[in-house]
């Protein structure tokens, strides 16, 4: 048997989740938006993405948790910053994110999701690596319009 991996989403709290379809960003506080319907105005920030990677099923372990853009161009303006080493929730803003302050990696890093608060943490049975929070800007010097869809890439070693 084998882990089933799964996106949870947290929202307004630590309780409010959702199970995402896609991680789009935009002006409001909502799994699964529609960024047409929620548009980042240029010199704003999007509402952070609170997400945790989740893991049930049978396995032995789950550790080495990388995460990374690996494809859709930015363009001129914007930047999706994140961090994947937070274990406290902290109610999403859209004003700069204190937390997501590093460019997404657009390869593929060393470990650089934590599990259990550490780099070098690992689950044994079912459960979630601590949150992965991504946040969008959009500086005035974008162009109008919609920007590129991204692939946002998450490995991870299961024993």
């Known amino acids: 048997m084998a882990a089933t991996f799964a996106w949870v989403e947290y929202l307004s709290n630590a309780t409010d989740t959702a199970t995402p379809t896609n991680l789009n960003m935009g002006n409001t506080l909502s799994a699964n938006l529609a960024p047409s319907t929620y548009p980042i105005t240029a010199g704003n920030y999007s509402y952070e993405k609170w997400i945790k990677a989740n893991f049930t099923g049978t396995f032995t372990r789950i550790n080495n948790i990388k995460f990374w853009k690996s494809s859709g161009a930015y363009v001129t303006g914007e930047t999706i910053n994140f961090t994947g080493e937070y274990s406290t929730y902290t109610a999403p803003t859209t004003s700069a994110s204190s937390f997501a302050t590093t460019a997404v990696p657009t390869s593929e890093p060393s470990v650089n999701v ?46």
């Open 114 to 159: 934590s599990i259990g608060g550490s780099l070098s943490g690992s689950l044994t049975a079912a459960g979630s690596s601590d949150y992965i929070i991504l946040q969008s800007s959009i500086t005035t010097s974008a162009s109008a319009g919609a920007t590129n869809s991204k692939t946002f890439t998450l490995t991870y070693d299961e024993t």
